[in-house]
């Protein structure tokens, strides 16, 4: 399509080249008249070497027009057709970097929703295992406290145990020294006997 153009335009100007310089050539005659439809031809073409001539002052013209006009004028559209594809292909070079760059985006950006997601994963991971240790090591903590404190007043039971056997001991040792030194009857004895086995039930009822 393109080049059918060019070669109607290339035909075009020809003719339309030819006729005018046949008219500028006729007009310069000597002997000038108006030039009527039907003696066109014959001013034309009144010869052979008339027609020679015109025939190489057109293709003079046809030469210049194409040096002078035709060929800086094709170069300049394709120079500008060169200049609308450069920017094209700019354009289209731009786009497409501008592509890969926000799907570079989006990707950094997905990659860093499920890098923060981890994070907070982790954390709220070492957040439960924290709190897992710290109630285990407060409850072994509570339960060695019981224990000791067990173990305390165990100790303190049995310690008052035997003070209070050894009390006793030396309470009875103190009764058979009296009544082996007073040789009362028998029964101031058993009154005494009964006496101590009191004392000794108060003792052990205090210490409880």
Known sequence: MVKAKKLVFKWSLLVFSFFTLSLFLVS????????????????LFPNFWVFITHL???????????????????????NRKNLLEAQIKQANELEKQARNLLEESNQRHEKALIVSKEIVDQANYEALQLKSEIEKTANRQANLMIFQARQEIEKERRSLKEQSIKESVELAMLAAQELILKKIDQKSDREFIDKFIRDLEANETEDD
């Open 56 to 78: 190489l002052a057109f293709f003079i013209l046809l030469t210049l027009m194409i040096f002078l006009f035709w060929k800086p004028t094709q170069r300049f559209l394709n």
């Open 28 to 43: 310069c005659t000597e002997n000038v008249r108006e030039i009527k439809s039907s003696s066109v031809i014959n001013e």
